[in-house]
C-alpha cells in the first residue's frame, strides 16, 4: 500500500529565506508526483507536477525534484514571501489510473 | 471557464441525519473525484467516476457513504445516518480522465463543503 510522508510537520521562516519541504513515498511504482498549496478554508492548487520520467519541474520560485528510485521528493522555494504562507501538500498518483495519494501536509508560516 | 464548484461550502447536521453533498465539475472533464479531508491531515480518496459509473469506491468508510453520478456530470456524495467522525471537508476533483487505458491526467479541485455533525 502505498504511503506518502511529510516532513517537516510544520515550518516557520522569517521572509527572504530559501527552504526545502521533503516528501517520502514507499511505493515507486508512481505515474507522476503533484505538489498543492492549500490556504485555510480553501480548496488545492496545483503547483507543480512531476511526470515519473522527469526529475524535476520549475515555476517562478519554486523547484521540484524527483528520485523515484529513492521514493523521495523536495520542493524547493526560493526568497520566501509572507505570502507563501499556506499548507503544503505531496501526492502521488498511482501507475495505471488516477487515484492521488496525499501526504500530510507541511504547514509553513513566513514571518515579515 | 468555470472551475469545479461544491455546494453547500458548509453544512451543519445533527448525529444520525442525512445529508447530501453536490459536486459540479469542469465542463468535459469525464473522470471524477471525492476525497475527504480531517482536520491536519492529507485529502483521502474515497470514490472515483469514469463517466456515470464508480471505477473505484474502494475508500469509501462504510456502507453508510454513497455517491451518483447519474448523467455523467454532477455528482452527489450522500451520507447516512451521519456520525460525528464524519466531520470533515469533503473535496471533490475532475479531470479529462484517462482511467486504466491512457495516461492519468491532471485533477483539478474544487473549495470543498466544510461538514460538521453535531
Known amino acids: 500500500k502505498q504511503e506518502v510522508t511529510q516532513i517537516p510537520a510544520a515550518l516557520s521562516v522569517p521572509e527572504g529565506e530559501n527552504l526545502v519541504l521533503n516528501c517520502s513515498f514507499t511505493?515507486?511504482?508512481?505515474?507522476?508526483l503533484q505538489w498543492f498549496r492549500q490556504d485555510p478554508g480553501k480548496g488545492l492548487t496545483s503547483l507543480l507536477l512531476?511526470?515519473?520520467?522527469?526529475r524535476e519541474q520549475t515555476s517562478g520560485r519554486l523547484n521540484a525534484s524527483l528520485d523515484k528510485s529513492s521514493g523521495r521528493s523536495t520542493l524547493y522555494i526560493a526568497a520566501s514571501q509572507p505570502g507563501d504562507s499556506a499548507t503544503y501538500l505531496c501526492?502521488?498518483?498511482?501507475?495505471?489510473?488516477?487515484?492521488?495519494?496525499f501526504g500530510p501536509g507541511t504547514s509553513l508560516s513566513v514571518i515579515p | 471557464g468555470a472551475g469545479v464548484s461544491q455546494t453547500p461550502s458548509n453544512k451543519v447536521t445533527e448525529k444520525g441525519k442525512y445529508v447530501e453533498l453536490r459536486c459540479d465539475p469542469i465542463?468535459?472533464?469525464?473522470?471524477l473525484y471525492w476525497y475527504r479531508q480531517s482536520l491536519g491531515q492529507g485529502p483521502e480518496f474515497l470514490i472515483y467516476?469514469?463517466?456515470?459509473?464508480?471505477?473505484?469506491d474502494s475508500g469509501l468508510p462504510n456502507d453508510r457513504f454513497f455517491a451518483v453520478r447519474p448523467e455523467g456530470s454532477v455528482s452527489t456524495l450522500k451520507i447516512q445516518r451521519t456520525e460525528r467522525g464524519d466531520s470533515a471537508v469533503y473535496l471533490c476533483?475532475?479531470?479529462?480522465?484517462?482511467?486504466?487505458?491512457?495516461?492519468?491526467?491532471?485533477?483539478?479541485f474544487g473549495p470543498g463543503t466544510r461538514l460538521t455533525v453535531l
Open positions: 501526492a502521488v498518483v498511482k501507475t495505471s489510473y488516477d487515484k492521488v495519494i
Open positions: 476533483a475532475s479531470s479529462l480522465g484517462g482511467g486504466e487505458r491512457g495516461p492519468p491526467r491532471e485533477q483539478f
Open positions: 465542463s468535459g472533464h469525464t473522470a
Open positions: 512531476i511526470q515519473s520520467s522527469q
Open positions: 511505493d515507486s511504482a508512481i505515474y507522476n
Open positions: 467516476f469514469q463517466g456515470t459509473g464508480a471505477a473505484d
